[in-house]
């Protein structure tokens, strides 16, 4: 019976994933519908308006929209740590399915801005519930690819939307499809109810070798006693006493309305400029989506892959996102006369027998805008997690070479820490092996090395085992110790900034932390004064001890 409900259920985190990801698919068709259908509507409940007044009253039945999904974000992050994923997720699409659905009854603007709000707010569901979702059910490893396929959800759904509905137009009226997508996320919830029974640590068809591979994956947040562990969670007030919070805010603040002005305004745009009534717009309208897609992918492959040859984390996200914002600057001023696009194109094209139109290149250009977003975008995003991360921090393990003996009883054969002599790193390796499978989650173990020659003058070095590589940093001879307090604290302080400077180069970072801690022994008191450049100059070979400030 086990091996058969393992069968039925095999994998179900993906199973779970790819509900979230279809639900956004959803999402996207249902905040969609307004703008595809807003020809049809406008010309049934408005005849006597002129476009101009037409667009007045789609504009502020969006911005109603706009503004209450904003609010959603925040409600529905508390609802989520509430009632758990499972109601919360249903919640959410239950209730903006209705909400769309009851857009057939709306008469008037007014109707209309009650029903978006609605729609609006439960919509706003979709994006905590799936950083939920996939805390619970991922280990750390496997969440960036989760949070990819829940991402592509967005964009597919972007891209599905307007051709979709357009192509309901040919046998239904508005009404009729606004009750069939709204119909359609009412039917999602029969899969997820019984697919998403429990979370993982308690769900019923779950195999016993699924749930250890998640839970065992994840970072611990509860003792050996079933008590949960108080974590430290800086409130917004705290967050906003930084200014790196503000730098996110205004980046945010800056470029998203833009994301808002395309999704709502692409169909009206066609509608307005071109004369396209909406079997047409769904003809062209999905093309802008193609380059959010594609952009999205760029400016995470291209930070990641930046990062991993050594660039510095924070340059790379403001280097990427300074690129997105360069693509869709002068793409702007293109789209004013999408002519110059066209034309330039077809002196190319003529060559094979095939033109541009105006519309096309609109929407190319379009999509060069949005490629460029995403590319920002997804780097201010993830700016956050860089700056205020618990990653560093909660991956480390430190102590001294003293520390392993006093504490857990593990010492290098053929060494006494306390007889003065020279400490060599390579003698500790079996220790740190040791103390990583004691603390089977430290992803690294770092220890000091003090070699005693007199009360002011020692050897000082440190090692840092990541599980496969003992790296070594040089061993300095501090011959006139000013003082040896904050010595380790310096080390940790210089070890943490060495990560953050030199990402996946250990032995930098290593090298970094030994020489800042090594100046810190010629000064006086519990601060390290030595700055970044004097550090640096020691680590290159310069130990003449000249030190400006």
Known sequence: MASEIKR????????????????????????????????????????????????????????????????????????????????????????????????????????????????????????PGAAKANAEWFPTHERAFAQGIFNSGAAIGGIIAIPMIAFMTVFLSWQMIFITVGLIGLLWLIPWF??????????????????????????????EDGEEIDEYVPTTSQLLKHKQSWGVIIASAAIDPIWWLFIVWIPIYLNGVYGMDVKTIGIYGWVPYVGA???????????????????????????????????????????????????????????????????SA????????????????????????????????GTLSLGNEEDAEKHFGLHPEGVDVTSGAHVEGEAYLSVLKQLMNMFPRAKKVITTL??????????????LYDGETLFQAPSYEITHIVDRVGGGDSFMGGLIYGFHKYPNNDQKA?????????LKHTIFGDANLATEDEVEKLMSGDASGRVSR
């Open 8 to 127: 039925r259920v095999g994998g179900l985190r993906w199973w779970v994933v790819g509900l979230i990801a279809l639900a956004t698919v959803i999402n996207y068709i249902d905040r969609q519908a307004l703008g595809v259908l807003w020809p049809d509507i406008a010309a049934d409940l408005y005849p006597d308006e002129d476009s101009d007044s037409r667009k007045e009253i789609y504009g502020y039945i969006t911005g109603t929209f706009i503004f209450f999904y904003a609010a959603g974000q925040a409600l529905f992050g508390k609802i989520f740590d509430w009632i758990g994923t499972r109601l919360g997720f249903a919640l959410s699409i239950g209730v903006w399915s209705i909400a769309t659905a009851l857009h057939a009854l709306a008469t008037g603007a007014l109707s209309f801005a009650v029903f978006r709000s609605i729609l609006g707010l439960a919509e706003a569901g979709a994006w």
């Open 362 to 393: 609109a929407v190319i250009i379009m999509a060069v805008i949005l490629f460029g977003f995403q590319t920002s975008i997804g780097n201010v995003q993830t700016l956050p997690s860089d700056l205020f991360s618990k990653k560093t921090v």
């Open 293 to 359: 897609m594609l952009g999205a992918w760029y400016g995470g492959l291209l930070a990641q892959r930046k990062i991993k040859i050594g660039w510095d984390v924070n340059k790379t996200r403001k280097r990427v996102i300074t690129i997105g914002c360069l693509i869709m600057l002068p793409s702007f001023f293109l789209l004013m006369d999408p002519t110059i696009v066209a034309s330039a194109f077809n002196l190319i094209l003529n060559l094979i027998g095939i033109t541009m139109d105006s519309p």
């Open 194 to 223: 019984l697919i998403v029974k429990a979370p993982p640590k308690f769900h019923p068809n779950l195999s016993e070798a699924e749930k250890q591979y998640i839970l065992t994956g994840q970072e611990a947040t509860e003792n």
């Open 510 to 518: 290593l090298d970094f932390a030994v020489a800042a801690s090594c």
């Open 450 to 463: 003090r070699g005693s020659i007199s009360a002011s003058h020692n050897t000082w070095s440190g090692v």
